[in-house]
């Protein structure tokens, strides 16, 4: 009948109308969202500081003019210790905590019978200023088979 065909009719473009408007809703969104993804904006924020550099130099004067890269403890004998004065000068922006270590034994069994040391172990030095430290280096009484040796001393500031 007439009226079944036209109402079939009806329904199919009501469908096809649904199917536009979602079909343009999806296109508004999609354009929507591209649109904002679109407005951005950037700020430059200014920043400025200071480098924080933690680190100390070792002299032989006490004008820190004469960097010291090595010490000759001379010929030691069993219980004997000895010293030798080194200035050291903060290079740091901070103040640093001061503290030494030592490594790289030559022979390796010298680290048991040589005890290296110094005045300034946890020593406080401020910003650019200067410390007389007087390291030392004690023989053992009970050395033996060591008559040359060698080793690395390092002098840290530490934040």
Do not use: H
């Amino acid at each position: 009948d007439l009226r079944d065909i036209f109402k079939a009719n009806i329904m199919a473009m009501q469908k096809s109308v649904t199917l536009a408007f979602l079909a343009v809703g999806a296109t508004t969104v999609i354009f929507i969202a591209l649109v904002s993804a679109s407005l951005v904006t950037n700020r430059t924020i200014i920043s400025t500081g200071t480098i924080k550099t933690v680190g100390v130099g070792v002299y032989w004067d006490s004008a820190c003019t004469n960097a010291t890269s090595s010490i000759d403890w001379g010929t030691l004998a069993p219980s004997q210790t000895a010293i030798s004065t080194v200035y050291v000068k903060s290079n740091s922006t901070i103040p640093v905590t001061l503290s030494l270590s030592s490594g790289n034994w030559v022979p390796t069994s010298a680290s048991s019978c040589l005890t290296p040391g110094w005045n300034c172990t946890g020593y406080v030095l401020g910003k650019g200023l200067v410390v007389a430290a007087a390291l030392t280096l004690t023989v053992s009484a009970n050395i033996t088979g060591v008559t040359s040796f060698s080793f690395d001393m390092a002098i840290t500031g530490s934040e």
